[in-house]
Every structure is written in structure tokens, then in C-alpha cells.
């Protein structure tokens, strides 16, 4: 059931966003700012980040904050670790960093490390992976938000076109009732 309801808020929240009184534009560009923040190596601060983007570029904020729970703890491995390989590949660096991980955890245990030279150490081998961490997640954040903010305003256009099309047809029938109602009150043929 926990499935179900991710779902349910997931529905909500886009049915929040289709009637939010907000241009498309803004409500797509806050989309789109959310999920290239959640696809950096910005855990804990992803949430600030895209308040202060989205101020920054005047987009709507409640398309954008929810959108970095898309990197959570199960989803951080595999996002991550995708966006390395790709950094990786843009770089034209070798895919090392497990290889190179293991590595230094048993060369930690084997050595004899004073505390400062292990910091060092780790140090070191973070700053290995930072870079094609950091490139390939611009990649493909950049990627993911232009894929998002042309679907986010495609869908919202279409829905709110869809809906003034609904509110047309559904006033133009009450109109008719009430044109209807009115003419047997006049002709006296309603009982």
C-alpha cells in the first residue's frame, strides 16, 4: 500500500500544480529548476537551493521543492553512481571509483595511518570522484530539466485548454437549461 499512496500524492501534487493561478512557464521552469537540483551531489541542501533558485529566476516554487525528493536514501546510490559513469565518459577518465574504494579500504586496514594522513587519504580519493560526480550530474540534470519543463508545460496547456473547453460546453449547457426552463414558464406548458 505504501506504493498506492506515493502515488495518490504524486497525482495530487500534479493536480495541485495543473490549477495553481500561475503562467505555464513559471510552473514548468520550477519543475524543471527542482529536478536539475535533485540530480547534484547537494543532499541536505537541495531543498534551499531550489528555494533560492527558483526566487532567483521567478519560477513557482511548489512545482520545484517536491521534485528533490527525487534523489532519496534508496534512490541516491543508482542516481549517483549513473551520473559518475556519465562524468566519466564526458571526461574520458576511467569508471575507477569502486575499484579505487575498495582499494583504499583495505590498504586503510593494512597500513598503519596516523589520523590526519587517512583524512588525507580520503580526502583524495573524494576529490577523484567529485569531478566526474559533479560534471555528470550537470549533464544530466541539464538534460532532465529540459525533458521536464517540456513536458511539465506541454501537459499543463493541454489539461487547462482541456478544462476551458469543459467549463465552456458546461456553462453553455446551463444557459440552455435555464433558456429552457424559461421558455415552458412563459409558454405554460410546464406543470
Known sequence: MPFRRGW????????????????VHRIALGAAIGVFIAFTPTIGLQMLLIFFVTSLFRANTAAGVPLAWLTNPATIPPVFYWNYRVGCLLLGKPDSA????????????????????MVKEWWDLAMRVAQPLWVGSVAVGVVAAALTYGLMYYLITVY????QRHLAARAAAEAAGRGDHRAEEKSGTRP
Open 98 to 117: 569502486v575499484e579505487e574504494f575498495h582499494k583504499a579500504v583495505s590498504d586503510f586496514a593494512q597500513r598503519d595511518l596516523t589520523w590526519w594522513a
Open 160 to 163: 487547462r485548454q482541456a478544462h
Open 8 to 23: 495518490q500524492k504524486l497525482r495530487d501534487w500534479f493536480v495541485h500544480l495543473l490549477h495553481l493561478d500561475e503562467s
